[in-house]
């Protein structure tokens, strides 16, 4: 059974800081997405990464997949309030998604 | 229309009663999911519908109960709960899992507690 573990669990930082959230695979990743789950909310995704070595750039977010595909990491620049949520990872294998415990962020005004 | 809308947002029940939650997705999908998520554990797959047949069922206890009248509606009958079973219900939608999930849209969630 793969686990997908995610590091920080919890992290809480000032407006305007830099951060990096991380995923682990015990196996290769078939594809990789990764969603934000604002309080109240459903997830809602992010970004998808087939290709191992892969960077994709959303706006103030970097997504990186490692070149071996088991591992992925999401920088946050200047973060700010409105990116307070749960990043989720998921290895998309066939008709269903595991999902990694996530990463809860805070980022206070 | 929102894409995925849950109803009830919020259930309190006791262990005794049978209540259902209700799921409708207006973005003409082919797949229907039932994930738990409580608190310290990874989303959890309970149940897939696919062209309303049901494709994956990961070991949840017979007290859920899930059904899926057409590719848009979906529900999850709930029947003897215990307290453990408290957690936030989220239906999801894909357009076609035949080969992968690709991208699953939620709804905002039913929040159970178990008395």
């Known amino acids: 059974t793969q686990l997908l573990e995610q590091s920080p669990q919890f992290l809480s930082i000032q407006e305007g800081e830099n951060l990096t959230v991380y995923c682990n695979s015990s196996s290769v990743f078939s594809s990789l997405q990764w969603y934000r789950q604002e309080p109240g909310e459903g997830p809602v995704l992010l970004v998808t990464?087939?290709?191992?070595?892969e960077v994709k750039k959303l706006k103030r977010l970097t997504f990186q997949f490692g070149d071996a595909r088991k591992d992925s990491s999401l920088h946050i620049t200047a973060a700010q309030p409105g990116d307070t949520g749960l990043y989720l990872c998921?290895?998309?294998?066939?008709?269903?998604?595991?999902f990694g415990g996530g990463t809860r962020l805070m980022v206070k005004p | 229309e929102t894409g995925v809308t849950q109803t009830p947002r919020h259930l309190v029940m006791g262990m005794t009663n049978k209540k259902s939650l209700k799921c409708e997705q207006h973005?003409?999908?082919?797949?229907m999911y039932w994930y738990k998520q409580s608190a310290k554990k990874p989303l959890e797959l309970m149940f897939v519908y696919s062209l309303e047949e049901r494709v994956e069922n990961n070991s949840v206890p017979s007290r859920f109960s899930p059904e899926c009248p057409n590719s848009s509606h979906l529900f999850l009958h709930l029947h003897t709960l215990q307290p453990e079973d408290s957690a936030l219900y989220l239906c999801?939608?894909?357009?076609?899992?035949?080969?992968?999930?690709?991208?699953?849209?939620f709804g905002e969630g039913s929040r159970l507690t178990v008395l």
């Open positions: 998921a290895d998309d294998a066939g008709n269903m998604l595991t």
């Open positions: 999801a939608s894909s357009q076609d899992p035949r080969q992968s999930t690709g991208e699953l849209f």
């Open positions: 990464v087939v290709t191992g070595g």
């Open positions: 973005l003409g999908h082919n797949a």
